[in-house]
Structures are given as C-alpha cells and as structure tokens.
C-alpha cells in the first residue's frame, strides 16, 4: 500500500472548506457497461472544490452519514457572533477548524485565547470531533477549552479538562496508567459514554446536539489544561532537549523540526527553554509539517505530548 505524504494547508475563511460535497451511488459514475459485484462501500463521497471540478473522497457504506462543513458555519454563526477562524486542512479532505474567541487567557508571560476546535472528514478515516471528542449520545455540563496562542498559530487542545481539578489530573499522571484514561479518576459530569457513528446520524439531532456543546463552552470558564500549561511554562526541559522530543512519541523527523521551531521561539521570546515552548514546538511540528498523519493522528500525537511533558513538570 502506497502512503501519502501530505502538507496541511491553512486557511482564514469558511469558503475555502465550504466546498459542495454529497453522497451518491458509486453506480452513477461508472459506464453502464461496468457490473458492481461488491455488496458494500458502494457510497461515493464526491465533492466539487472548484466549479467543474470533482474529487472522490472516499467510498463507503449506504448508511454512512456525512457532515459538511457548510452544516457546521451555520452552528457557528448561529451560536458564536464573533470570532475569527484558523483552519488546517488537506487535499484528501481532512479539516481542523479552531474558531477563536476574543477571550484572552494569560498563560505564564504569554497570552493565548479561548477556542473551539472541530475536526471533521469526508474520507471517513477520521471521525467527527468537538474538542478532540467523538460523537457521544449522552449529555455533559463540562467542556473542554481549548487556546490559540497567536505566536505560532497555534492551536492547542484542552486535553486535561476531563479532569475536575489540577490534583486530580496530578493523581492520573503519577499512576503509570498514560496514555489511556483511568475513567474512574474522571469527573462523571464530564464524561460522555456511548460512541455514536457516522452511520444513519440523524443531521436535525446532531445540529441540535452541537449548539447544546457550543453553549456548554461559551459558559464555561475554568480550565485544568490552562493550569496545567501554565506550569509548564515554570519548569525548564532537561538538557538533552532533542531526546525528550523523541520520547514523547512523534516520528524523528517532525521531532527534528519541533527542536528547530523550539530554537527559533527561544530567539524571538529572548528566553530560555521551558516545557511550554517544547509542547508548543511539538504542537507546532506536528500540524504544520509534511506527513503521512492524519489530522486525527496528528492530535493523538499532540494529547500524548502534553501529557508526558506534564508529567515533568509536577
């Protein structure tokens, strides 16, 4: 099997991901003459990045269920009035969307601001997600928070904020147990149980469904992970920076470029290096590099990340 490298590219407005796109049978466009013998991914992904031209995405099953972007503009604007966006996407059809809010957060000497991010996906590789979590079918009244440090681009995912506290996520980080989650040591009011697929997602309920999240996140205001960041920025990495790097687990290449982005930041801060810059090079390599990563592997990467340089810093 061939592995496609690719580079994400970057865009500032909806329209550049606000494509048309749709489902149809895969029969429609082959020749008349072509047989389908194959009883399954039979549904074409087919969208239309400019006017006459088409792309197939992806080819899957009759129930699957597609979200376009467009859907999620209308959520948004009929939620949030303003904001700004920073949005990551590639040719294959893969979209990280960081909607920005104007809400300062002071992170050590540095200041970041609120975000949402949603990541979505026409090639059905990657699953829908609001703040790096799946589709769920039941309720929460916590969500996470996640920042946009402006320095970089950056967007960072609030990966500690299914904690209820700093010391509870303290606790989870000094029981050995990374990178899975001991749910036990989780707040309940925060989890969120049963996965729902992409398959027969009923569109009126998930629309629904993402304007009770939004609101979860407007009104929240707390965050552990900004705790957690903010601690990273008082501790100093170990001398063997570049070491560290590969520990965390991204490929040796992107932790070549993190070491060159670190070095870079430290120049333009004028300071020495903390594990905030390291995370934020990591974060930095891993969204902005070439790579054969999805967007959803890429942030698997960044969650590990923070979590093993947190567990450093206390």
Not at 35 to 58: C, I, K, N, Y
Not at 93 to 115: C, D, H, M, N, W
Not at 208 to 225: A, D, G
Not at 301 to 312: E, N, P, T, V, Y
């Amino acid at each position: 099997m061939t592995i496609v490298s690719t580079s994400l590219e970057r865009a500032s407005q909806w329209d550049q991901i606000c494509f048309p796109v749709h489902t149809l049978p895969l029969a429609q466009l082959l020749p008349a003459s072509y047989e389908l013998l194959a009883t399954d991914r039979q549904t074409a992904v087919v969208g239309e990045g400019e006017p006459g031209s088409f792309q197939v995405f992806a080819l899957q099953g009759k129930d699957y269920s597609l979200i376009p972007n467009t859907l999620l503009r209308e959520v948004v604007d009929s939620c949030i009035s303003d904001y700004k966006l920073d949005i990551h996407f590639s040719d294959r059809g893969e979209f990280s969307i960081a909607i920005i809010l104007p809400q300062p957060v002071r992170i050590g000497e540095e200041q970041v601001y609120k975000t949402l991010i949603l990541n979505n996906s026409y090639t059905g590789k990657t699953p829908f997600t609001i703040q790096g979590t799946t589709l769920k079918d039941e309720r929460t009244n916590k969500a996470r928070i996640s920042f946009y440090r402006q320095l970089c681009s950056n967007s960072l995912m609030g990966w500690a904020d299914d904690f209820s506290s700093l010391e509870q996520y303290q606790s989870w980080l000094g029981s050995g147990q990374m990178p899975k989650i001991n749910n036990s040591l989780v707040d309940p009011t925060s989890v969120v149980h049963k996965k729902i697929s992409h398959k027969k997602l009923d569109l009126s309920w998930f629309e629904q469904y993402l304007k009770e999240v939004i609101s979860s996140f407007l009104s929240q205001h707390t965050s552990v992970t900004a705790q957690v960041h903010s601690r990273l920025t008082q501790v100093s990495p170990p001398k063997q920076v570049q070491e560290l790097i590969v520990e965390t687990g991204i490929p040796k290449q992107l932790a070549k470029i993190a070491m060159e982005r670190l070095r870079k930041e430290e120049k333009i801060l004028k300071t020495e290096p903390t594990l905030w810059l390291v995370y934020n090079a990591i974060n930095y390599s891993l969204l902005n590099s070439r790579s054969s990563l999805t967007i959803g592997d890429r942030y698997e990467l960044d969650k590990k990340a923070l979590h093993h340089l947190a567990a450093l810093a206390f």
